[in-house]
């Protein structure tokens, strides 16, 4: 309830989570997430691609702090969005510290969302609830429509397409192999029987030529 009233649209202040996190989403979104939020981070992202129609990121923290972490040695489009939990396993703790202090050290704006206290459930859906607001903010500010899916509907026709005619193909074939059938077979039979005696002869036409031959 305390999280309705924060983000709904009767609270246009910067108090109001979903739209602080929106009006901060100036550059393509790389969502960081802990174990156990990867559903609301993979969530977020499929909700700015199809509310705000930017492209989104997500990757696991940990795995980051292997080989994600060096594509911020360069300059980019690219921002980042740290989903943290009230009680995050100690050394994931280790490492959202870390990551705030190279962001820092290196001028690289970020954005932490953090979770309510409680059972998994509850953070999953209270995340969900503001990331989603946020989405919809997003596509506000830029003037985006968040109704249209024009993409996926496109992909969808063109798929209904496919679908007809690969299903017209295969009944075509069928009844033909149903009516032709034997008729094919044998037809088919005869065709490779006269390809054979149509190499043969040309073979010996070709030995019968070659014999005339003067080579001297």
Known sequence: EITKKNICSDNLELNNQSLDLAMSLKQIPLIYYPGG????????????????????????????SHNGITSWEIKSNVQPILLQGKDDYKKTKERWAIFEEYFNENSIKFKKITSIEGDI??????LIYILDYAS??????????????????????????????????NFTTSSL??????WSKCFLSVW????????????LKFN?????????
């Open 121 to 126: 459930i509850s953070k999953l859906v209270n």
């Open 136 to 169: 919809i903010y997003l596509a506000i500010i830029n003037k985006i429509d968040p109704t249209p899916v024009n993409s996926i509907d496109y992909i969808k026709k063109r798929l209904w397409f496919l679908k007809k005619i690969l299903k017209l193909i």
């Open 177 to 182: 192999d149903t009516f032709f059938g034997l």
């Open 208 to 216: 019968l030529s070659t014999k005339n031959l003067d080579l001297s």
């Open 37 to 64: 939020f990867e559903a609301a981070a993979i969530r977020f992202k499929c909700s700015l691609q199809e509310n705000a129609k930017i492209h989104a990121i997500v990757e696991d923290v940990v795995e980051a």
């Open 192 to 203: 490779i029987d006269f390809t054979i005696f149509c190499f043969n002869f040309i073979g």
